[in-house]
Nanobody, 124 residues
Framework: QVQLVASGGGLVQAGGSLRLSCAAS????????MGWFRQAPGKERELVGA????????YYADSVKGRFTISRGNAENTVYLQMNSLKPEDTANYYC?????????????????WGRGTQVTVSS
């Protein structure tokens, strides 16, 4: 089993920044993909971005490209989502998930461990 804990959410004004963290523990593989998802009330879940742990290769949704950055932390199995130039439409519950590297970075398929999420609210 893998446990994922996301943190760092909060309330921020439009144009501001937040950095989310996702810490993975338990039976983690030496290489995996970690994705960041978000879901707002009444909307479908969206894959915001993903990163492959061993290489650092990343994928971003068009809606966040150029504003959000996913990176690996110095701490083992910690991934960050740096969110800049936040917009009210970025308001959502953000959570992380992991999957095998057999699946493409940009694919929604394969995620089998999910964290509980952290709320991000962007005021206008």
């Amino acid at each position: 089993q893998v446990q994922l804990v996301a943190s760092g959410g909060g309330l921020v004004q439009a144009g501001g920044s937040l950095r989310l963290s996702c810490a993975a523990s338990g039976r983690t593989s030496s290489d995996y993909v970690m994705g960041w998802f978000r879901q707002a009330p009444g909307k479908e879940r969206e894959l915001v971005g993903a990163i492959r742990w061993s290489t650092g290769y990343s994928y971003y949704a068009d809606s966040v490209k150029g504003r959000f950055t996913i990176s690996r932390g110095n701490a083992e199995n910690t991934v960050y989502l740096q969110m800049n130039s936040l917009k009210p439409e970025d308001t959502a519950n953000y959570y992380c998930a992991t999957k095998s590297t057999l699946y493409a970075l940009g694919s929604l398929r394969g995620y089998n461990y999910w964290g509980r999420g952290t709320q991000v609210t962007v005021s206008s």
